[in-house]
């Protein structure tokens, strides 16, 4: 098996985006649906891998300032 390179953020989520627009159109046989929904499983687990390591270098950067919490997250009654 040849070895992929790691496709950035922006790839796959573009993939991501093609994947589950094919699969909305319904068009896909049974086999051709696992597929595709195996494939978009895999990039929406690599897209929030990449993201939490994004997150990681943020809060490395503000490490020496107050902790500023990301959008959707709950703060310590602040």
């Known amino acids: 098996m040849a070895v992929k390179k ?3 953020f922006e ?4 993939r991501l985006e093609a994947v589950v627009a094919q699969l909305e159109k319904g068009e896909c046989g049974l086999d051709q649906s696992l597929k595709l929904f195996e ?7 690599m897209c929030e891998q990449l993201l939490d390591q994004a997150e ?7 490490a020496n ?3 500023v919490p990301f959008a959707g997250e709950e703060s310590d009654g602040l």
Not at 11 to 14: K, P, Q, R
């Open 56 to 62: 990681q270098k943020v809060n490395l950067l503000l």
């Open 11 to 14: 790839e796959a989520m573009s």
């Open 6 to 8: 790691q496709q950035s």
């Open 65 to 67: 300032d107050e902790e």
């Open 39 to 45: 494939e978009g499983a895999g990039l929406a687990g």
